[in-house]
């Protein structure tokens, strides 16, 4: 028997027969030092990040209006509508509403000032009157028509929860690709 073999036989036979609390004792300074270790490698990955979030970023040079985007920005912008468009894709969400049955009073368009020279931005809002199953329908059918609306704003309201009409204060965004002068 090797001599590792026979200081591991006289640890087991010295443990085996100690009394309890000398094993509760070794069995808790063991979880101790298994807990420190994990304490340590929190700190020292906590320490390492903490030093890399102190790195100052590298800043960017502010780009100007002029620039050219690049190609896969320049696809985005052409998946966008053209902003003459504007007019007839507003004037088929008054008419999607309409055909639905829906009630409105007004409509708000407005073109919000971007800083990006190559967007167009229009901001649409509209209070409906409907039930809920048409007003779902009216923001199933324009979203899934115009991937570039985005819904920005929905409230609804009903009086009377006996009724089936509802009020809705609907807002969405249109983006549109800033048309060739």
């Known amino acids: 028997m090797g001599y590792l073999a026979l200081k591991l036989q006289s640890a087991i036979y010295k443990i085996r027969y100690t009394d309890t609390y000398t094993k509760l004792g070794i069995g808790m300074l063991f979880a101790a030092v298994v807990v420190l270790i994990f304490v340590l490698v929190a700190l020292q990955s906590h320490t390492k990040l903490q030093s890399e979030l102190s790195q100052p970023l590298p800043t960017l040079a502010p780009s100007t209006a002029k620039e050219k ?3 896969l920005t320049q696809k985005f912008y052409n998946l966008l509508p053209d902003e003459r468009q504007a007019d007839a894709i507003s004037a088929q969400i008054l008419r999607s509403a309409d055909s639905l049955g829906m009630v409105f009073e007004h409509a708000e368009f407005k073109s919000i000032p971007v800083d990006d020279a190559h967007l167009v931005v229009q901001h649409i809002k509209l209070p409906l009157k409907g039930n809920y199953i048409q007003i779902r329908q009216f923001l199933n059918t324009l979203l899934n028509a115009y991937p570039s609306l985005a819904l920005t704003e929905f409230k609804l309201q009903r009086d009377d929860a006996t009724r089936d009409q509802v009020e809705s204060q609907i ?7 800033k048309g060739q002068p």
Do not use: D, N, Q, V
């Open 69 to 71: 985007p690049s190609a």
């Open 171 to 177: 807002e969405f965004t249109l983006y549109l690709r």
